[in-house]
């Protein structure tokens, strides 16, 4: 991974890195206000030599105070020096427990002891401090006098004396919390990094084309309005939403440069990409371009085309199929423009051999021939084998990935299964993309508020019809309305 994927993981997981980083921060104040104050005295001594004072024993008495002083410093936390300080303070601790409050320490080539006490009280710390430097005075005059009785060569002075600390030296809160915003941040980044690596759903275009190279037709972004408005007639027509659409109508006509690919099915790996809303919208679009449009619910175990348009089920393409009825009874005419619908009919018991039976395949092709476009609405790729035994029929096709839904291992699986029966996949659709963040892919330009109702329609004369809720006009002339056998393409479908 390269910079640029560090930051767009820091910016898909930021919520996750700023959380870590406020546990970090309590956790470290909680361990600051709970923790005991400890107090710091400090006292420093001076090592010095008694002689007669000449040059050269001055010298002579500089490195020999050298030389002791870090046997001095080994000194003070021996019973020897600890003891007496316990005895005269009347402390009820040994002489080990108190070493483990005492430090002494003393700067290379110079001739100072410094001696620190730690204590939860500061006038207990300074108390100690002072009896502990006494007490170290007393034992280095008692070690160092010769044993003929004479004065000791070696004088110690205080030149620091202990005081009591006005401020606690530990804990440090500032530094603690520092700390654990540092310490929070870290775990934040490897948790993020953790959670990419294992995560293997299909986000966006990145994690896309570490799957497939095939042309991106178009990313469509997620709108929590579309449960309840998912046609593109019930947005507004500069809506973002709106605007994907005519994107993806744009795109697919330059991936079917050739013009071969009259029939497109519309899939995906699983249920719930968006597939059925993506087809029903893409003719829609597809006819607001003025062409003639056929859209197919081929989906014949969970159809949702009709529950989005509005329109009866129960003569529909099962009908077509067994027979029962002609194609030309069974297309309901939808909106102002040029799109028909064949509904899914009723469910059958065998949808993959209707599907893949040759009445299916003559169908198709009478409605290749009398429509400028034929849109089918099939089942996802993974659950059953009905797209895949369909696209064989078709001139293309196209997988509408539902990102956060789908994994990259399921979607391979479905290119696969379009492959294997050499199927012609014009390309793929990015479903439910956030629209702000790293794995954003649209551009706002100029666009209405997204909860804009379309106020009308305009007709081919120029007049304006209201519409309702459904996205269709109001007075829509119904299928047996005697206008001019032009304006209904299913009228010219041949029955050969």
């Known amino acids: 991974m390269d910079l640029r994927?560090?930051?767009?993981?820091?910016?898909?997981?930021?919520?996750?890195?700023?959380?870590?980083?406020?546990?970090?921060?309590?956790?470290?104040?909680?361990?600051?206000?709970?923790?005991?104050?400890?107090?710091?005295?400090?006292?420093?001594?001076?090592?010095?030599?008694?002689?007669?004072?000449?040059?050269?024993?001055?010298?002579?008495?500089?490195?020999?105070?050298?030389?002791?002083?870090?046997?001095?410093?080994?000194?003070?936390?021996?019973?020897?020096?600890?003891?007496?300080?316990?005895?005269?303070?009347?402390?009820?601790?040994?002489?080990?427990?108190?070493?483990?409050?005492?430090?002494?320490?003393?700067?290379?080539?110079?001739v100072l002891i410094n001696i620190s006490v730690d204590d939860h009280s500061p006038v207990q710390a300074a108390a100690i401090a002072r009896a502990v430097a006494d007490s170290l005075?007393?034992?280095?005059?008692?070690?160092?006098?010769?044993?003929?009785?004479?004065?000791?060569?070696?004088?110690?002075?205080?030149?620091?004396?202990?005081?009591?600390?006005?401020?606690?030296?530990?804990?440090?809160?500032?530094?603690?919390?520092?700390?654990?915003?540092?310490?929070?941040?870290?775990?934040?980044?490897?948790?993020?990094?953790?959670?990419?690596?294992?995560?293997?759903?299909?986000?966006?275009?990145?994690?896309?084309?570490r799957i497939t190279d095939s042309p991106l037709l178009g990313a469509i972004t997620f709108d929590q309005d579309a449960a309840k408005k998912p046609l593109l007639t019930q947005t507004a027509s500069q809506s973002r939403r709106a605007e994907s659409f005519r994107q993806l109508r744009t795109n697919l006509q330059f991936a079917n440069v050739s013009g071969r690919a009259k029939t497109v099915l519309v899939t995906s790996s699983l249920p719930g990409e968006g597939k059925s809303t993506t087809a029903t919208n893409l003719a829609i679009a597809i006819a607001q371009a003025g062409q003639s449009v056929c859209l197919i619910d081929a989906d014949l175990r969970r159809p949702m085309?009709?529950?989005?348009?509005?329109?009866?089920?129960?003569?529909?393409?099962?009908?077509?199929?067994?027979?029962?009825?002609?194609?030309?009874?069974?297309?309901?005419?939808?909106?102002?423009?040029?799109?028909?619908v064949l509904t899914s009919g009723q469910i059958p018991p065998n949808p993959s051999e209707l599907l893949g039976s040759e009445e299916m395949k003559d169908l198709i092709a009478r409605?290749?021939?009398?429509?400028?476009?034929?849109?089918?609405?099939?089942?996802?790729?993974?659950?059953?084998?009905?797209?895949a035994v369909l696209s064989q029929y078709v001139g293309g096709v196209v997988l509408v990935v539902g990102t956060t839904k789908v994994k990259q291992h399921?979607?391979?699986?479905?290119?696969?299964?379009?492959?294997?029966?050499?199927?012609?996949?014009?390309?793929?659709?990015?479903?439910?993309?956030?629209?702000?963040?790293?794995?954003?892919?649209?551009?706002?330009?100029?666009?209405?508020?997204?909860?804009?109702?379309?106020?009308?329609?305009?007709?081919?004369?120029?007049?304006?019809i209201e519409t309702d809720g459904s996205g269709r006009s109001q007075d829509r002339a119904s299928i047996n309305d005697p206008r001019p056998a032009s304006t209904y393409p299913y009228a010219q479908i041949d029955r050969s």
């Open 5 to 110: 994927d560090y930051v767009r993981i820091l910016r898909r997981n930021w919520i996750l890195v700023v959380a870590t980083m406020l546990a970090g921060l309590l956790v470290s104040g909680l361990v600051s206000i709970l923790t005991k104050p400890t107090y710091t005295s400090e006292t420093q001594l001076f090592v010095a030599i008694q002689n007669s004072g000449s040059a050269q024993e001055l010298q002579q008495g500089n490195t020999f105070s050298q030389a002791r002083v870090q046997s001095y410093v080994k000194t003070v936390d021996s019973p020897v020096v600890l003891q007496p300080a316990i005895d005269t303070l009347g402390l009820s601790v040994t002489a080990e427990e108190l070493s483990k409050q005492v430090k002494a320490s003393t700067d290379l080539n110079t």
């Open 305 to 340: 085309v009709s529950e989005y348009l509005g329109l009866d089920s129960n003569a529909g393409l099962t009908t077509a199929l067994l027979g029962a009825a002609d194609v030309n009874d069974l297309l309901q005419n939808w909106g102002e423009d040029q799109l028909f």
């Open 410 to 464: 399921d979607l391979q699986k479905a290119l696969n299964a379009l492959s294997m029966v050499e199927s012609n996949l014009l390309g793929v659709v990015l479903n439910l993309l956030p629209g702000k963040g790293p794995d954003a892919y649209t551009y706002g330009y100029g666009y209405y508020g997204q909860d804009k109702e379309p106020r009308s329609t305009s007709t081919s004369s120029g007049q304006y």
């Open 137 to 209: 005075i007393h034992a280095i005059d008692s070690l160092e006098r010769p044993k003929s009785g004479d004065s000791s060569p070696v004088r110690l002075s205080v030149t620091k004396p202990a005081t009591v600390p006005p401020a606690p030296s530990a804990p440090h809160t500032t530094l603690n919390l520092l700390l654990g915003l540092l310490a929070g941040l870290a775990l934040g980044v490897i948790a993020a990094v953790l959670r990419t690596t294992l995560d293997n759903r299909v986000r966006g275009e990145v994690d896309l084309r």
């Open 367 to 387: 409605l290749e021939r009398a429509f400028d476009t034929v849109v089918i609405d099939a089942p996802p790729l993974l659950p059953v084998t009905d797209a």
